[in-house]
């Protein structure tokens, strides 16, 4: 079974904190994907990476970063944190680079900044 | 740029209807793939289904089936005597074979899904 396990289910967070949000994944998979999740607006991608050290933005990269360091490893970063980033936030992986590969998620963070 | 719709924000049905969710996408892509995804409580999205463009036919897994009708750009999912343990939120995405743009799936908002006992 694919695993992708996210650092932490709940957060809570300051207004200019740094927020370090960390995805694992234990399959070999060479994509992995942060979303996030808002009511009444689904699912929004936010950075995207195809290997390690490579990143590419989605759909609403602003007022976030990534790292991916290790292959198995991708971080999401909010460089100072706003009220407005508040919502759950969902990693996936999938296996290849092939763009229409299934993405397998892990079971999200749910953020809230103060 | 492809879209994916679905028209239900919520359904309630009680346990043992059957109760199909329904899914439009615009794409201008001649490949491309479809997915469903469950949502329950916790929070995790489940992957249930991928279907490629090519492939119309229709797909049964137990009580879930799906409908991929190209002439009307629809992928509709139904459950077939339903149960309690249905009750989550259900996703259709969308992601494109060729064109540029990131990688990553295009959603729908989503179905919530409610079975009462």
């Known amino acids: 079974d694919v695993k992708v396990t996210q650092s932490s289910r709940y957060l809570v967070k300051r207004t200019g904190e740094k927020v370090f949000l960390e995805c694992v994944q234990d399959?070999?998979?060479?994509?992995m994907f942060w979303y996030r999740q808002d009511p009444g607006l689904g699912l929004r991608l936010i950075y995207f990476?195809?290997?390690?050290?490579?990143?590419e933005k989605g759909d609403i990269p602003e007022g976030y970063s990534v790292s991916r360091e290790k292959k198995e490893r991708f971080s999401l970063i909010l460089e100072s944190a706003s009220t407005n980033q508040t919502s759950m936030y969902l990693c996936?992986?999938?296996?290849?680079?092939?763009?229409?590969?299934?993405?397998?998620f892990g079971p999200g963070t749910r953020l809230t900044v103060l | 740029a492809q879209k994916v719709t679905q028209a239900q924000t919520e359904i309630s049905v009680v346990e043992k209807e059957d109760v199909t969710l329904d899914c439009v996408y615009e794409t201008r892509d001649t490949t491309y793939y479809l997915f469903w995804y469950k949502q329950p409580p916790s929070g995790e999205l489940v992957f249930l289904i991928r279907?490629?463009?090519?492939?119309?036919q229709n797909e049964i897994s137990g009580r879930y089936s799906w409908n991929f009708q190209k002439s009307t750009s629809s992928f509709n999912f139904t459950i077939t005597a339903s149960q309690v343990v249905d009750s989550a939120v259900y996703f259709c995405a969308l992601s494109e074979a060729g064109g540029g743009g990131a990688d990553g799936l295009t959603f729908g908002k989503g179905t919530h899904l409610i079975i009462q006992p």
């Open positions: 996936a992986s999938s296996f290849s680079s092939i763009r229409t590969d299934t993405q397998y």
């Open positions: 399959m070999d998979h060479e994509n």
């Open positions: 990476s195809y290997d390690v050290k490579m990143k």
């Open positions: 279907r490629n463009s090519f492939d119309e």
